[in-house]
């Protein structure tokens, strides 16, 4: 019997796979499912380009001045380095470019991390209409929230990945100096690398009770796993905020630990078994 003529049905189906699909036409629905996705991206990437340079002067290189917000606040505080930072001290990094084609380049790749970050929720939603109807009914409302909490958790990320963890640790790095006779110059390739790699890593790191999620669905961890090795959690955690941002003022290290931890609460707290 050729292959498009034998009926492929979804495993949830309501209706018991009456209107089941060929194998063919699952490939084809996934095929246009692609070129939605492709063709959201490409645009929202085309605006990203247009409005680059505004984005990138009041956004992008936010950071990189005394003039950023999270640079305002704390020098409010008035820290002294022991527990709170001192951001009293005007504080501004001159970004260069050594590359004659980095600037484009920048351009471009910036453009789509961009988009692709804004677009995300929309490739959730695509990922969603094509799984939904091999699934049960329970399945489709307990997928459909853990698409809608995973898209929150990796926006909630990213935004502290932006208005915390980067710029402390961004300040940290362009002020550290092993010797005086060392200026530092910061590289545009540097910065943007360092900049979308701990925005990213974030918004990752922010899906964990997403992941665990799964994984107990899957019947690979449960709330006992999670409790009895807690206290080594807090230790990879600790160690990880560490790495992340390597201050060395305990008020840094606990900006970013806090969530961390939070978030590996979270996760036990939204397993059920």
């Known amino acids: 019997m050729d292959s498009k003529e034998v009926p492929v049905k979804a495993a949830g189906d309501s209706n018991g796979g009456e209107d089941g699909m060929t194998f063919w036409g699952h490939l084809e629905v996934l095929r246009w499912c692609l070129m939605r996705i492709a063709a959201v991206l490409v645009i929202c990437m085309a605006g990203c380009f247009i409005a680059m340079p505004h984005i990138f002067d009041s956004f992008i290189l936010g950071p990189a001045s005394s003039d950023f917000f999270l640079y305002r606040w704390l020098s409010s505080l008035h820290g002294d380095g022991t527990i709170f930072p001192d951001f009293s001290g005007r504080f501004s990094v001159d970004i260069i470019n050594i590359n004659v084609t980095t600037q484009f380049t920048t351009h471009i790749s910036t453009s789509f991390w961009l988009a692709l970050i804004i677009t995300f929720p929309y490739m959730l939603y695509e990922i969603w209409r094509f799984i939904r109807p091999a699934l049960f009914a329970q399945e489709k409302r307990s997928i459909g929230a853990a698409f809608l909490s995973g898209s929150l958790m990796f926006y909630l990320g990213c935004a502290l990945g932006y208005g ?88 840094t290290l606990m900006v970013v630990f806090l969530p961390l931890y939070l978030l590996y609460e979270l996760a036990i707290k939204i397993i059920r078994k």
């Open 164 to 251: 915390i963890v980067f710029p402390f640790t961004f300040r940290f790095l362009a002020e550290y100096s092993i010797s005086s006779e060392i200026v530092n110059q910061i590289s545009l390739n540097s910065y943007m690398n360092n900049f979308i790699m701990m925005i990213f890593a974030m918004g990752i790191v922010f899906e964990i009770p997403l992941l665990a999620w799964v994984l107990s669905k899957m019947g690979l961890i449960n709330k006992a796993f999670l409790r009895k090795y807690r206290k080594y959690a807090v230790v990879v955690l600790l160690i990880l905020a560490a790495v992340i941002t390597p201050t060395g003022d305990p008020f």
